[in-house]
């Protein structure tokens, strides 16, 4: 909504933080809101005598943000405010009305609004939220329409907005219904007035509060009723401006927060205005209560009715007991059809009389009970009237009649002994209950539709169902059911033939319906499998398993014979092929060749590729652990059973190069191990990807050097590289603007540093600098290196044959890291345990940042990941600290036999997986011997945490699993089998 405001002459208009008001008109100013616009104040209003303030459209006043005040107040004698204009209390906080203003529209939107004088409304009053505190003062509706007060969606049943005090609201000679939301400081008691044509008053005024006085001298007897008390809920006063002089009114009084009423025993009484006297109560002159459970007689119509009223005042909701009794006894529903359905009312009356509407009354009618036939669906109403003494009572029940239900079951007439069978009973029933006959058993729960039962017992069985329907009504129906026995089923023959034997006959018993043979494992039925006796011809050695299913009058049994084939022939079906393989490998083996069939299965972590049929198989290895890879064959008939277990290392493959390899112009290597070939130049710029430069060092430290990606493509990177020199930080910039050593600018080589002079001019002089460059090229090119994982001192790694293949070949060789940066990295110092953080390790040290670790040292380890997976090598395992046998060479690489990075002596091998671990662990012991394994675990400092004792076979994969503590970072692990000893060392990550 365009929001316009004309001021017509100057006003003072205040926004401080901690005013009270948000706009003051001081005396001879004068604002004008015109039709459609909107003034939103944060705050309050004031107008000054002699101030004017014409509304044509809407004000809507809110809470200051700082004082949360937002208040109209007029100071001028006769109202300085005018217009057809609305006024909106909009607040989250309480506010306040003083003056003459006379409004044409509020809208009360609020916390609550207290009035210092009367509030005027000449056209419309719509109410949202929030209390009108009126005390002594009177809000007042002066337009006649009974639509002049308006009641939210929001505000039902007036219970977020009312009058807590008076209210007035002019009225007319009509039949509109007039509200009166009046109510006290905690809830609304709505009074509805109900005009019926009404003359003489032109204006009621009406509020709500509590009870005067007690119930002390109460005499009032409404149709034989005598009324006891006077709720204490309260009472409303309803005062007209005339006295009247024709129609009349009904009233309704909503007695919110009333307790103790009870049906048709409460009515409206009155009394003068100002009265505390009980003896004033009386029933209104001429005015009469509805019929028995009537509008307005009952708790749950929330209100009291009163109609053809005629004068005015105090007015509460009196409370009666019936003169006569007159209650109905009996079922609130009963069923369809149904009969002798018996109801009664009080006892000791003088006379009863009953009806019923709906239903019939089977015999007398005239006594104190009544016995009732019901057909058809719906309800029936009873009425019943008594008298006593010659006063008489009337009351009425309405009872529901429930259908009932159609009760039949469905399922088979017959079935099988020791089969199950389901039956269905009809749907949508409140409840279900099934029995059954002895011999007949249910299977699972009996208070479903769907019911299953089974019998071993033949001979007629009787299932029963009781079902109650949504009105109550309970039917019951029954069902036969006959069950058949099973034939007889057994197999005869023998139990052990040869291998390749022929005509060897098993036999079922004779005279049934049918026969059904089949046959699983190392054997062939030949001939018919359909008669009462089959032939069977061995396979290779093994056994096969022999299935009859007999069938006799529609039932059938199955039974079955295990029978083993004896070799005939010995042959081997050893299967070649490694022992040992790395994760994510393609291995072959191979079995013995011109066999007449193989049959290859695996188990374990590894899949077979391809066929399984073949005298070779192609095997895929995954997760680090074992698999076991089975071979059956068969050769002239006769089978033979082979298997291979193979431990799969986890192998990381990964592609460096040195920093003399991207100091070389004319430099090829194979990208990321893809098969892809790249120059140094095209790996470099690779690096870089959509940046254009790299910083290494600290900026904030001002110790940094940036690399730029034009350094690549104007071949500057090969005057850098490769570098030598100290390894140290970068020097401080302490020239503006700060921006630290680059190569563009010669000033600040020095900072680097960079060789200034000769054939070197422009080389790095900063071993650190020069590795961690080249690190970051690796790391950059290789999607595994950053996440290798560096928990121990040496690395072993393997080359591969050519680029895109990640199978490892020949020898292991090892890479030692520096003892203290391993363990910097593995203690909690902020850095992973991996070559990421190795690298921000360096970068840290070259800014300055980290001044704990040896430069050299750092630079050492950097050197050694640059060099351990030169030209995509694999890493095949990891040596602890203790067993370390480096022979530190100018190149800090040692060739070395094949190893493994488990502790062996006397040839008693151990493997712990997964190392490191997180939840568990294993150790793989292959021993010389067979006997019991003594296992011990030890903390660093040599503290025994646990102990087991396992049985271990001679010469295989023996798995033992670590049932001990787990909150220790290292355990060292000693394996003892009679004389022989391992030992090693087992590593959870924090």
């Known amino acids: ?87 909106i209390f909009n607040s989250t906080h309480p506010q306040q009305f003083t003056g003459p203003t006379s409004f044409y529209t509020v809208y009360l939107n609020t916390d609550q ?7 005027n409304i000449s056209n419309l009053l719509r109410l949202i939220k929030g209390k009108i505190n009126t005390t002594n003062y009177v809000v007042v509706l002066v337009n006649s329409a009974a639509s002049s007060l308006e009641n939210d969606v ?72 005598t009324y006891t008390a006077v709720n204490n809920g309260g009472v409303w006063k309803l005062i007209p401006n005339n006295t009247a002089t024709g129609g009349n009114y009904a009233l309704h009084l909503y007695f919110n927060g009333f307790t103790g009423l009870q049906d048709n025993r409460f009515g409206i009484l009155r009394r003068p205005d100002a009265s505390s006297n009980a003896a004033d109560w009386i029933v209104p002159t001429g005015s009469l209560l509805e019929p028995l459970n009537g509008t307005g007689r009952k708790v749950s119509d929330g209100f009291a009715r009163r109609f053809n009223i005629s004068d005015f005042s105090q007015f509460g909701i009196g409370e009666f007991n019936l003169a006569t009794p007159c209650e109905i006894n009996g079922q609130a529903a009963v069923c369809t059809g149904s009969s002798d359905n018996i109801y009664s009312g009080p006892p000791g009356m003088t006379t009863y009389l009953w009806t019923a509407t709906g239903a019939t009354i089977v015999g007398p009618n005239t006594g104190p009970s009544v016995s009732v036939s019901v057909s058809g669906v719906g309800s029936f109403t009873l009425n019943l009237m008594t008298t006593l003494n010659g006063v008489t009572a009337q009351c009425s029940k309405t009872v529901n009649i429930s259908f009932v239900p159609t009760c039949d079951i469905t399922g088979p007439n017959e079935m099988c002994a020791a089969s199950i069978n389901g039956y269905l009973g009809p749907i949508n029933m409140l409840s279900y209950s099934w029995t059954t006959t002895p011999g ?37 129906c029954t069902k036969v059911i006959t069950v058949k026995p099973l034939p007889p089923c057994g197999i005869t023959g023998s139990s052990n033939i040869t291998s390749g034997t022929s005509n060897n006959q098993y036999t079922a018993p004779a005279n049934l319906s049918s026969y059904s043979w089949s046959i699983g494992g190392n054997g062939s039925i030949v001939g018919p499998a359909t008669n009462s006796s089959v032939n069977v011809t061995a396979g290779a050695a093994g056994s096969f398993t022999l299935t009859l299913t007999t069938t006799l009058n529609g039932c059938s049994v199955s039974c079955t014979k295990v029978v083993t084939v004896d070799p005939s022939t010995i042959y081997s ?62 050769l002239n008939g006769v089978g033979c059973s082979s ?57 904030a430290n001002n110790r940094f050097f940036t690399l730029f990606k034009s350094n690549i493509t104007s071949g500057d990177i090969y005057k850098m590289l490769p570098g030598g020199g100290n390894a140290k930080s970068i020097d401080v910039d302490n020239t503006s603007p700060f921006d630290g050593a680059y190569y563009a600018d010669q000033s600040t080589w020095s900072l680097v540093p960079l060789e200034t002079k000769g054939q070197q001019k422009g080389k790095i002089r900063n071993s650190l600098l ?46 030692g890291l520096p003892h203290n940066v391993v363990v910097y990295l593995n203690g ?89 671990y997180k939840n568990h662990f294993q150790l793989l012991i292959t021993s010389p011997v067979s006997g019991m394994a003594n296992i011990e675990f030890f903390t660093l400092n040599g503290q025994k945490v646990y102990e087991m004792n396992k049985r271990v076979v001679v010469n295989a994969n023996n798995a033992i699993t670590y049932t001990g503590p787990l909150r220790f970072a290292t355990l060292i692990y000693k394996v003892t089998v009679e004389k022989n000893i391992a030992t090693g060392v087992v590593l959870k990550p924090n």
């Open 154 to 225: 929001s505000n039902t049943g007036y219970s977020n907005s009312w009058i807590n005090g008076n209210l007035r609201r002019s009225i007319a000679t009509n039949t509109s219904s007039y509200d009166f939301p009046v109510g006290n400081s905690e809830r609304s008691n709505l009074l509805k007035f109900l005009n019926n044509n009404i003359t003489g008053p032109t204006a009621l005024t009406s509020s709500f509060g509590t009870k005067p006085g007690t119930d002390a001298g109460l005499n009032v007897i409404e149709n034989g009723n």
């Open 643 to 699: 298997s291979k277990t193979v431990n799969i290392i986890a192998c990381v493959n990964a592609c460096t190069y040195t920093q003399g390899f991207y100091g070389n112009v004319k430099g090829k290597a194979c990208y990321n191990n893809t098969g892809t070939t790249m120059t140094s130049s095209q790996l470099m710029l690779n690096a870089f990807g959509a940046t254009t430069s790299k910083v290494f060092g600290n900026t």
């Open 828 to 916: 909690g110092n902020g850095y992973p345990a991996t070559v990421n953080g190795l690298f921000a390790l360096a970068n840290d040290v070259l800014g300055g940042v980290n001044t704990t670790m040896n430069a050299s040292a750092v630079e050492q380890a950097v050197d050694v990941i640059n060099n351990a997976f030169d030209e995509c090598r694999v890493l095949v395992g990891t040596i602890p600290y203790n067993d370390q046998s480096l022979v530190r060479t100018g190149q800090l690489i040692v060739k070395m036999p094949e190893v493994t990075v488990t502790g062996e002596t006397n040839v008693l091998k151990v493997i712990a997986y997964p190392n490191p």
């Open 440 to 476: 007949l058993n249910i299977v699972g729960p009996n208070t479903d539709a769907l019911v299953n039962v089974t019998s071993s017992v033949p001979g007629p069985h009787m299932l029963t169902l009781n079902a109650t329907g949504i009105g109550g009504c309970v039917s019951q």
């Open 770 to 815: 020069a590795q961690t460059i080249t690190l970051w090229f690796n790391i950059q090119n290789s999607s595994n290196l950053g996440n290798i994982i560096l928990h121990e001192d040496t690395l072993l790694t393997k080359a591969t044959t050519d680029c895109g293949n990640t199978t490892p070949v020949g020898e292991a060789s090892k890479f």
């Open 1 to 87: 909504m365009k929001k316009i405001i004309f001021i017509n002459i100057l006003i003072f208009l205040t926004c401080l933080s901690f005013s009270q008001e948000a706009l003051k008109i001081q005396s001879g100013g004068s604002i004008t809101i015109q039709n459609g616009a909107e003034l939103v104040l944060q705050g309050g209003l004031t107008l000054d005598n002699g101030s004017s303030l014409l509304n044509n459209g809407t004000i809507s006043l809110k809470n200051n943000t700082a004082s949360n005040i937002s208040n109209w107040t007029d100071n001028s004698i006769l109202g300085a405010s005018t217009g057809t204009g609305i006024v």
């Open 113 to 119: 609004l207290t009035i210092n004088n009367d509030l």
């Open 573 to 634: 079906c050893n299967i070649s092929g490694p022992s040992e393989v790395c994760n994510g490998s393609l291995d072959v083996f191979t079995a013995p060749a011109n066999l007449t069939s193989y049959t290859w299965n695996i188990t374990g972590n590894a899949t077979i590729i391809g066929s399984n049929a073949g005298s070779s198989v192609s095997v895929s290895a995954t997760i680090p652990g074992s698999y076991t890879l089975n071979l059956e064959t068969m």
